[in-house]
């Protein structure tokens, strides 16, 4: 919905709260109007049922308020006496309804200074574990986000089986836009494989959301930088349409709102404004050759011959010594992904016969963005394209319009068609266009090994997530910890320092005066 049918959305949910518990303000000692006046009547409410005023806050924090609205019902109801077990059920079960029958036809009392004390160990479990979500759905919202790397795309930078920490906060943490869910769950709920979220994912006849009912309009909180070339950033998949996140069977008629699309963690190479264009694999920035940072290690694929007969335990022990994990025996060859000095190195070993670049040629990727016979590029040899830039105006004519067609008609939402070689966009003739948001280009480490910004494109920045700041924990398997990783900086220069142990010793420390202030007080 628009931010004008929001506003209209939110006045008629004053209007039926003030109608439902007008007669009960009155009763609390209140005036009647104030169950009408949008935020200050959730104020005095939470006078009336003794609970703090910042909790009004929570009310308007998406999905946690689908948290704190039936907590809220049934404290309203304990306020005017209604503490049993089938006043609980029928405040929650008729989505706070239950209070008009307060209002109108109950013969309640108003209980002042009530003890909000749970009466029960079952109580008051319930009550911590309500507010633990509540508080761990902040902080994953708005602040700090747990991630696990899913694939090998910035191997040797970051590896499958690290779990991150991605902050929210340095790029501007995204308000959700999905405003009914489950909290703390992306996609599907775990174990029950059905969605997560309530949204109409179907598209009609143009290709646009059916309605967009309950989703809120794009908003970011501000952040304190702004992604920079060569930053790792996580992001939502521009053209995720897949139905299953475990399954990866694209359906171009699948909606999906902008946060729940697949989450991916790439490197950005190209910001707004850039020339980029991908030499045999190295990405060079308006004509200079980007200088990626020390700890960032570029694979590329690699034939191997080999020398004789061997079993595929005698191959993958061979490449393990020179730290190559990503091999894939062929019927004449060897494939593997490497990096350039670790396949020199390798060229050295007495069973490999020849160990050669593969490149790829022209024409041979015919599936790359922006999917058209005048642009025959490949994973190699890519482009060169400009990067959209908030404010810029670029010319447009049918030669360019493949390349920014998405960006227009699917990022920034303005219809465009063709008649020959006129472009129209909203059905006016258009020579030129003036994007309206950043974009970004994102790749994998891994160069011929990861689905990236040469398969769909550019990523809009109402479409990025974070940075992942830190390593917690890393396993090769589920067996072999990576114990160096543990607790290391995704970001910095030099040899990544572990800072597990130092952890450690402060947790021990903590819990050991806290052992000690217990027998003190004791």
Not at 213 to 240: C, H, S, T, W
Not at 462 to 472: A, S
């Amino acid at each position: 919905m628009t931010i004008t049918q929001w506003l209209i959305f939110i006045l008629i949910i004053q209007i039926v709260h003030g109608l439902a518990m007008w007669k009960l303000y009155i009763k609390a000692g209140r005036q009647a109007w104030e169950a009408f006046i949008p935020v200050y009547n959730a104020v005095v409410l939470m006078k009336i049922i003794n609970r703090p005023w910042w909790w009004t806050i929570l009310l308007f924090v998406p999905i946690v308020n689908l948290i704190m609205l039936p907590v809220v019902w049934v404290e309203t109801a304990r306020s005017f006496g209604k503490n049993q077990y089938l006043d609980t059920f029928l405040a929650v079960i008729s989505l706070g309804f239950y209070n008009f029958y307060l209002n109108y036809v109950a013969d309640i009392t108003y209980v002042e200074n009530r003890d909000i004390n749970p009466k029960s160990n079952s109580g008051d479990w319930t009550s911590s574990i309500l507010f633990a979500i509540v508080a761990a759905t902040i902080v994953h919202t708005y602040f700090i986000q747990p991630f696990t790397i899913p694939s090998s795309s910035l191997e040797k930078s970051l590896y499958v089986g690290d779990f991150l920490f991605v902050s929210k906060f340095h790029y501007g943490a995204r308000i959700p836009m999905t405003t009914v869910g489950a909290p703390m769950v992306h996609d599907t709920i775990p174990g029950l494989n059905i969605k997560s979220y309530l949204f109409n994912d179907k598209l009609d006849e143009n290709k646009t959301s059916l309605k967009n009912k309950l989703q809120l309009p794009y908003m970011r909180i501000p952040g304190f930088e702004n992604i920079e070339r060569n930053d790792i950033v996580v992001f939502n998949q521009p053209a995720d349409t897949l139905l299953d996140m475990n399954v990866f069977t694209p359906d171009r008629n699948y909606y999906k709102p902008i946060d729940k699309k697949t989450n991916l963690v790439k490197r950005c190479v190209g910001i707004p404004g850039d020339s980029l264009e991908v030499k045999d694999g190295y990405v060079y920035i308006n004509g200079e050759k980007n200088i990626l940072p020390d700890r960032a290690k570029l694979q590329f694929s690699y034939e191997v011959k080999l020398k004789g007969n061997y079993t595929e335990n005698q191959i993958y022990a061979a490449f393990k010594r020179y730290d190559i994990t990503d091999v894939y025996p062929l019927q004449n060859v060897i494939l593997i992904q490497a990096t350039v000095e670790a396949a020199s190195k390798a060229r050295n070993h007495p069973n490999f016969a020849s160990i050669t670049r593969r490149l790829t040629a022209k024409n041979e990727d015919g599936n790359l963005f922006p999917r058209v016979a005048q642009y025959p590029w490949n994973y190699d040899n890519f482009g060169p394209i400009y990067i959209p830039k908030k404010g810029a105006t670029i010319e447009l004519n049918i030669e360019v319009l493949p390349l920014y067609k998405r960006v227009i008609s699917e990022y920034e939402h303005k219809k465009v068609t063709t008649n020959g070689n006129q472009i129209f966009i909203e059905g006016k003739p258009a020579t030129s266009y003036t994007f309206n948001q950043d974009y970004y280009w994102m790749m994998g480490d891994n160069r011929n090994n990861s689905i990236d910004a040469r398969a769909w494109g550019y990523v809009p920045f109402d479409h990025v997530v974070g940075k992942p700041v830190f390593i917690w924990m890393s396993w090769d398997g589920l067996k072999n910890p990576r114990w160096e990783r543990w607790f290391t900086t995704v970001g910095g220069s030099g040899k990544s320092v572990s800072y597990l142990i130092p952890f450690l010793v402060l947790l021990a420390g903590w819990f050991g005066f806290n052992k000690w202030r217990k027998r003190k007080k004791a």
